[in-house]
């Protein structure tokens, strides 16, 4: 019994640790794309860096939508894109 809840609390640890990882690099990531600046929370601004707890940094920062004429473009770029990867890998 003991092994069995000691492989299931090393499980819930490794979670615990993948999901602190995931936080710090959005976290830098947030910080290298500048959403910081314009953060409602006050900590994000003071520390110029994402830094709230809430990590709303994100939230208060969202892309525009696209246009239909843009998204089409936009695909169609990310399409050629992946046609020349593969044609690089066959050659």
Not at 28 to 56: E, L, P, V
Request: aromatic share 2%; net charge positive; hydrophobic share 35%.
């Amino acid at each position: 019994m003991a092994k069995r809840k000691s492989k299931r609390h090393a499980k819930e640890m490794a979670l615990q640790d993948d999901e602190a990882m995931r936080v710090r690099i959005v976290r830098k990531i947030n910080t290298i794309q500048g959403f910081a600046r314009t953060c409602r929370d006050s900590a994000c601004r003071r520390a110029k860096a994402c830094a709230g707890q809430s990590m709303r940094c994100v939230r208060d920062n969202l892309p525009k939508p696209l246009s239909p004429e843009q998204q089409s473009a936009r695909l169609g770029y990310v399409h050629r894109l992946v046609l020349e990867r593969l044609a690089e890998l066959h050659e």
